[in-house]
């Protein structure tokens, strides 16, 4: 099972809002990952998580919140987000050691 | 800088006209090199991991190479259904979950 699964697929959120993203796998993966992908651009790192902690925090502003609850689960909280926030929101995971990740279908975010 | 280059940005085959993509690197210290297709709107979907040097992986029409500068993702006899975007992605020894991805190529198959 190569399956990381991402909920919800779509979100339109206004700019007062606060949201959250869930992100799950069980493929015993200690590396979860969030990018953020605009259209006709590679994906762009956000956060990583490393054995539940955060090990990577790639200078994201403060409306975006990672959680990690447990080695399955990760989620992206969302509050006072800008029109220009919109885009599709990836989870990943991969084996702590760096070894392939596999992404999820993604959240298709749009902030009004 | 690390830099990630692929070409060209966007193809365009007949079914059936075998064609390669180019992935050109320039960082320090490559520890893997990644072949992903991603389709619109959905996320990435993992093909290839190459490690070193004269590596060649193999998946159906799909084939992949890689030398100290660059890989190659050859299609071989392509179906519409390989129309997607490629992306190519660089991993380093050092800071290695973080990826570098090159911009990658937008490939469409006609029947």
């Known amino acids: 099972d190569t399956e990381v699964t991402q909920t919800p697929k779509h979100l339109v959120m206004g700019m007062t809002n606060k949201k959250s993203l869930k992100c799950e796998q069980h493929?015993?993966?200690?590396?979860m990952y969030w990018y953020k992908q605009k259209a006709k651009k590679p994906p762009e790192l956000m956060f990583v998580?490393?054995?539940?902690?955060?090990?990577i925090n790639e200078s994201v502003p403060s409306r975006f919140s990672p959680e990690c609850p447990n080695s399955s689960l990760l989620n992206l909280h969302l509050h006072a987000l800008q029109p220009e926030d919109s885009a599709l929101y990836l989870c990943?995971?991969?084996?702590?050691?760096?070894?392939?990740?596999?992404f999820g279908q993604g959240t298709r975010l749009t902030v009004v | 800088e690390d830099q990630v280059t692929q070409s060209p940005e966007a193809l365009r085959l007949q079914e059936g006209e075998s064609s390669s993509l180019n992935c050109s690197y320039t960082v320090s210290g490559l520890r893997g090199l990644f072949w992903y297709r991603q389709d619109p709107g959905k996320g990435p979907e993992f093909l290839f991991t190459l490690y070193s040097a004269g590596e060649e992986k193999e998946k159906e029409r799909l084939k992949a190479t890689l030398t100290k500068k660059e890989s190659f993702l050859h299609i071989t006899a392509p179906k519409p259904e390989d129309s997607a975007t490629y992306l190519c992605a660089v991993q380093k020894n050092t800071g290695f979950q973080k990826l570098v991805f090159g911009t990658g190529t937008r490939l469409l198959v006609s029947p």
């Open positions: 493929m015993g993966h200690r590396a």
């Open positions: 998580y490393s054995y539940e902690k955060l090990s």
């Open positions: 990943a995971s991969s084996q702590a050691g760096g070894t392939e990740a596999f």
